[in-house]
């Protein structure tokens, strides 16, 4: 009875090296079903988790703006359009994408990689919104009881422990157990059908290439007779079948037949994974044969610009980079790049105002809003920082990123109460209210506040303190 949902938290879990003891709050999940609420805050928890504590969770804001470009275009024109979803990207070169409960859905950097087409990488994001949308995760976690679902998670925490605890050999045994376990999971054939008949509907809605999704499945399919029993973790827990792919030809030959060109963030993004990656010699040896292979692809001479930046080899790299930029449009990623190697060159003056031109261009584009606030930081203007990150603030009160920045530009403006209220947020959004509880006390006892900001200082803590007593009186329960 209790088997599935645990091989599912398990599963998370182990998805993860996560080094945390915190158990996801279960809240008041009922004995038959698992609300959309109480899903969405299940899966809360688990990514504040994976954000603030997982060493392969991908901190790049630009790759992962992309990737929520395209899966909120395709969650745009769902069959659910008004369910919440949040993309992120996880640094591992195995291919797989995975949806945890409330619409939280992980992509791995070795998917973005192997998709040889944006219409192929949507088309498994496609697949996984249908996961969302059909509520496939609470009808697997559903009907159980409130304490088979404690028990889970008190298992859950014993694995985790025992992940971030130096005992090999316990690891081991809870990772034998979980792996047992873990092997129970996998959607049914029912679900799978479904979600590649959903998906493939998004896809073809949002206007992408459908062929891409039996295309890329295909390929999956080889690879993994190549693997023989150690099949890529996507398709452990999403059981491909040569019927679902005759299934989706099926279907695709009955659509309409559109060619689509890829987005550039299509290869930016990939560009600047695959420069990242490995070695930085052995990156730029890498990106200069992709050149070779593709000399006018503004991607791949920028590719080569960011693995020579890498290297060290500033002059070369900022080199490289005018001459991408004198033949391609214009680009957000091209821009901070630039602005980065001047950072590296110890000129702020020149990030600053290179970022700020973009940021004239392309004003909806947050990953320029990080990078100018921590070039105006770098290159001693915290108080410009200060302006343009309240601004941003003031339509994204939950973006961590932009409290942390606004943290440290308090701190070298010398704001001591202003820093520790910022970085209380960092704190609060990460899931850890004792926390920022603590950065409270410290702004409230630092004295340069004014006294505004001391009563609102007084406010949040007493706010923050009552959130705790009810989150642990929901745990006891
Ligand atoms: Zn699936």
């Known amino acids: 009875m209790m088997r599935r949902p645990l091989a599912l938290l398990l599963s998370l879990a182990l998805a993860f090296p996560v080094h945390a003891y915190d158990l996801p709050d279960l809240g008041d999940v009922a004995a038959t079903e698992l609300s959309p609420a109480a899903e969405r805050r299940i899966g809360e928890q688990i990514i504040s988790q994976i954000r603030w504590r997982d060493a392969s969770y991908l901190d790049d804001p630009e790759v992962e703006e992309y990737v929520n470009r395209i899966g909120h275009k395709l969650a745009a024109v769902s069959n659910n359009p008004g369910l919440e979803f949040d993309f992120f990207v996880v640094s591992d070169s195995t291919l797989n994408a995975f949806a945890l ?44 009881s409130q304490s088979a679902m404690l028990m889970m998670a008190s298992l859950l925490v014993a694995v985790l422990a025992a992940r971030s605890n130096s005992d090999v050999s316990q690891a081991a045994i809870a990772a034998g ?11 049914t054939r029912s679900f799978e059908r479904e979600a590649d008949r959903v998906g493939l509907e998004t896809l073809e809605n949002a206007g992408f290439d459908v062929r891409g999704m039996p295309g890329f ?18 398709l452990r827990t999403h059981p491909l079948t040569t019927e679902r792919i005759a299934d989706m030809e099926n279907r695709v030959n009955s659509m309409r037949y559109r060619q689509v060109v890829d987005s550039p963030d299509f290869n930016f993004s990939r560009a600047k994974l695959r420069a990242n990656a490995g070695l930085a010699t052995d990156a ?31 002059d070369e790299a900022a080199q490289r980079l005018d001459a991408v930029r004198a033949k391609a449009p214009p680009s957000p990623w091209i821009e901070t790049l630039r602005a980065e190697i001047a950072l590296a060159r110890k000129d702020g003056a020149t990030a600053i105002k290179v970022l ?6 392309f004003p909806s584009n947050h990953a320029l809003v990080y990078a100018l606030a921590n070039a105006r930081i770098l290159g001693g203007q915290p108080q410009a920082a200060v302006e ?4 941003a603030l003031d339509s994204r009160q939950s973006d961590p990123r932009l409290w942390q920045l606004l943290s440290r530009a308090y701190a070298d403006l010398g704001k001591v109460t202003a820093q520790h209220r910022a970085q209380a947020e960092v704190y609060r959004l990460r899931g850890s209210l004792p926390a920022a509880i603590e950065q409270l006390e410290i702004a409230s006892r630092a004295g340069d506040g004014d006294f505004y900001e001391l009563s609102a200082v007084d406010a949040r803590l007493r706010e923050l303190k009552q959130r705790l007593i009810e989150e642990r009186r929901d745990r006891k329960d």
């Open 356 to 361: 700020e031109a973009a940021m004239r261009s």
């Open 217 to 234: 499945f295909e390929r999956l399919q080889r690879a993994t007779r190549m693997y023989e029993n150690n099949a890529p973790a996507y």
């Open 388 to 391: 343009g990150i309240r601004r």
């Open 284 to 314: 730029v040896r890498d990106m200069e044969s992709q050149l070779a292979q593709a000399p006018a692809d503004p991607a791949a001479g920028y590719g080569l610009a960011r693995a020579l930046f890498r290297a060290g080899r500033l």
């Open 101 to 144: 409960p409330g619409g939280y859905i992980g992509v791995h950097t070795g998917l973005l990689l192997a998709a040889q087409t944006e219409s192929e990488f949507a088309s498994v994001l496609g697949h996984e919104i249908a996961h969302v949308t059909q509520r496939h995760i609470a009808q697997i976690v559903g009907k159980q």
């Open 177 to 187: 157990q979980a792996g047992a376990i873990q092997s129970q999971l996998g959607y």
